[in-house]
């Protein structure tokens, strides 16, 4: 699934009055102009797909799983999710340095 960022760029390449902005949660889902209407639809939509692919996920396993987001605009999205995420910015760093350390005996 595309991210919020691509979807973004996406639309204001291809729509050409659509300005550019930044990727940060609305304070509301319902927009009030074009600008917020962008950012939910970007930052909303995106916690959406990640909400439903856990409740498929969670209901063709049985039992309720904790998602783990790393990197990118997670940050941002993370918060607007419904399912239970925990957010690890330097998750792949750990894993790499986890890996040295073994390697390294």
Do not use: W
């Amino acid at each position: 699934m595309a991210g919020a960022g691509v979807s973004i760029e996406s639309l204001v390449t291809r729509a050409s009055q659509l300005p550019r902005i930044s990727l940060e949660a609305p304070t509301r889902v319902i927009g009030a102009n074009t600008v917020e209407s962008m950012q939910s639809g970007a930052v909303f939509g995106v916690a959406s797909m990640i909400d439903g692919m856990c409740d498929r996920i969670e209901a063709e396993l049985g039992y309720d799983t904790t998602v783990i987001m790393t990197g990118g605009l997670g940050r941002e999205i993370a918060p607007n999710c419904r399912c239970k995420i925990i957010y690890d910015d330097n998750l792949l760093l750990t894993g790499l340095h986890m890996i040295y350390k073994k390697n390294k005996k």
